[in-house]
């Protein structure tokens, strides 16, 4: 029994020595440590030089930048739902006049609406020139400008859709495609084939309904630049 408790008391110096040497270890490792962050300090001191703290009112404060958010998922699904208004399988043949200057009017709209159109009663407020774009970005693009246009309270617009010179075949890609896309809009009241000095069989002039909520400061109308021959 006396020997078991001898054994016992040696492990328990052992362990108190160990626990000893463990605490003097630790504090030369914190001593080193902090002789480091001396001389680091020493050193940044001695290369600044000498420094003045600003007082409090002279301090900057940040200010956080309130970043507008955007409504991507309404702006994609308007886009979609632009789209899908306007089909390229729309049967507009029957609904228009095929004369010598192509027009089409809403059911309702009566024939010297067109007759004006054709004259030029109506000055062009804005044009939009559809010349190189694929048949959806196009359409896209003509769906925006009319409900842009009806915003502005705009009541007659150009839209320039080329004459397919530059087309295989030498026939007009985009032009049986306007036709379509326009008298699939409610907004859309009449529309004619240009004049020659409007851009003749490349461009069509627009008729829009006015708008529903009359504004007292209007935009100033937009010069409508010569459509390009193509």
Not at 21 to 31: C, D, K, N
Not at 43 to 71: C, D, M, S, W, Y
Not at 103 to 109: N, T
Request: glycine content about 6%; overall charge positive; some cysteine.
């Amino acid at each position: 029994m006396k020997a078991k408790g001898f054994d016992q008391l040696k492990q328990f110096y052992r362990e108190i020595k160990a626990s000893r040497v463990a605490a003097q270890e630790q504090a030369r490792l914190l001593r080193e440590e902090q002789l480091r962050a001396e001389r680091e300090r020493q050193l940044f001191a001695h290369t600044v030089g000498p420094i003045t703290p600003l007082r409090a009112h002279e301090r900057a404060q940040p200010q956080t930048l309130k970043v507008p958010t955007r409504p991507l998922q309404r702006e994609r699904d308007d886009r979609a739902a632009l789209r899908e208004s306007i089909s390229d399988d729309f049967d507009v043949e029957s609904l228009l006049e095929t004369d010598e200057a192509l027009s089409f009017r809403q059911p309702g709209v009566g024939p010297d609406v067109v007759r004006k159109l054709r004259k030029g009663h109506w000055s062009l407020q804005g044009q939009i020139d559809l010349h190189g774009m694929r048949t959806d970005d196009a359409r896209e693009a003509l769906s925006q400008f009319i409900q842009h246009a009806h915003k502005n309270e705009w009541r007659c617009v150009r839209v320039v859709h080329g004459k397919g010179l530059g087309s295989p075949g030498k026939s007009p890609v985009l032009k049986p495609k306007a036709l379509r896309w326009l008298a699939q809009r409610e907004d859309v009241v009449a529309f004619v084939q240009a004049r020659a000095c409007d851009g003749g069989a490349g461009a069509l002039i627009v008729l829009l309904k006015y708008a529903t909520r009359q504004s007292s400061r209007r935009q100033s109308p937009l010069v409508a630049s010569a459509p390009r021959q193509t």
